[in-house]
Structures are given as structure tokens and as C-alpha cells.
């Protein structure tokens, strides 16, 4: 018996490693939260992507390359299932969300970008952030500025030690260490973007 239940739990314990070992960022509720973002939208349609289908080994080095830093943790495996939400005016796209997850300084963060057709950021958004101060971080003084923001602005931020900032201040001075988790997040989820959708791989326009 007990060598029957070391064998189950040694079994659920695999099952849960291969099943977490890729964590994606979806909308809570995209028929919401899709239209709330985009009033005038009729219709989206969602992409899920990965850097393993996509390009493998050599994109996954390109994307870390272009980040300024290693991928590191279940946030960042080759495999995440990266969602995209292409909205839709009649036949016509209007914009794109998009969403990472990435780590803060008391839990993950999810940190969503809403863009225009050409890959200019129209709103920024945390699906989640649980500090104390999270709701200054989730107001629209600080969100709008990321508004006409895009690739090009957050290229030459380095996000190991923070210098280059885009300009984007902190509402918080005890939150530094998430404020520079969200522009990580921010840039990561920009060169995903130019790779997934708009498809210009080593140009920052």
C-alpha cells in the first residue's frame, strides 16, 4: 500500500511539473474586456503563439538577444503559449492586445498592451498586481503614459539595471522594483509583438 501511494503522488507530482511548465496570460474575460478597450469593435479573433512553433532554439536566443537579458523561470519558457486578440471593425483590424506575465516583487504581474494596427501602445493595462500600491500603478495617470509608446522608445532600456527608461515615471518610490518589472514586461511584450504580428524582426520603427 504505501509503496502504491508513493508511486501516486510521485505521479501527480510529474503531472503537475509537464502541465505548469508554461504559464500564458489570457484575458479574464475577452468578450469584455476586448470590447471595453474597443468600443467600436464587431468581432476578435485569438492567436495563440509560441516561440517554439514559431522559430525554435535561434528565436528564442534572438528574442533574449533583443530583450537585453536571459529568459529565466516558468514565465519565460521556450514553449509559454503567448495569446494574441485581433479586433475587428467589419473585415477591417483596428488593434491588437496582448499580455505577459512577469515577475514583481510580490507575486507575478500580468501586464497587458492594447495597440493601434501599426504597433503603437493606445493603452496599458495590469490584468493582475497584488502589492499595496497596486492601485496606483493601475491609474490612468500612470497608464496613459505609455500612450503613443512604442518598440522604438523602449529599445535601448536595459532591464538589468534600469538606465534608458522610456519616458514613464514611478507613481510609487517604494514600488521601484515592480515599476521596473512592468517596463521589463513592457519591452518583452513590444519585441513579441514586432515578431508575432508586425513582423520586423531586427527594425525598430
Request: aromatic share 14%.
Amino acid at each position: 500500500m504505501k509503496k502504491i501511494l508513493l508511486l501516486f503522488f510521485g505521479l501527480t507530482l510529474l503531472f503537475q511539473t509537464t502541465t505548469l511548465g508554461a504559464v500564458g496570460c489570457d484575458l479574464n474575460d475577452p468578450d469584455r474586456d476586448v470590447k471595453r478597450f474597443f468600443p467600436q469593435m464587431t468581432n476578435y479573433r485569438t492567436e495563440y503563439l509560441s516561440i517554439k512553433t514559431l522559430g525554435g532554439e535561434n528565436l528564442y536566443l534572438l528574442i533574449q538577444q533583443r530583450y537585453g537579458d536571459k529568459f529565466k523561470g516558468l514565465y519565460e519558457t521556450i514553449d509559454v503559449p503567448y495569446t494574441v486578440y485581433t479586433v475587428l471593425k467589419g473585415k477591417e483590424i483596428i488593434g491588437y492586445i496582448h499580455g505577459v506575465n512577469q515577475k514583481g516583487k510580490y507575486g507575478g504581474l500580468q501586464v497587458f498592451l492594447v495597440f493601434d494596427p501599426r504597433g503603437t501602445i493606445i493603452r496599458q493595462y495590469f490584468q493582475k498586481m497584488t502589492a499595496s500600491y497596486a492601485g496606483k500603478f493601475r491609474s490612468d495617470s500612470f497608464s496613459s503614459q505609455f500612450i503613443g509608446l512604442k518598440l522604438a522608445d523602449f529599445i535601448k532600456y536595459d532591464v538589468v539595471t534600469g538606465k534608458f527608461p522610456p519616458k514613464v515615471k514611478n507613481p510609487v518610490p517604494e514600488g521601484e522594483d515592480d515599476f521596473k518589472a512592468a517596463l521589463r514586461g513592457a519591452k518583452k511584450n513590444l519585441i513579441l509583438m514586432d515578431i508575432f504580428v508586425f513582423n520586423r524582426q531586427g527594425r525598430e520603427k
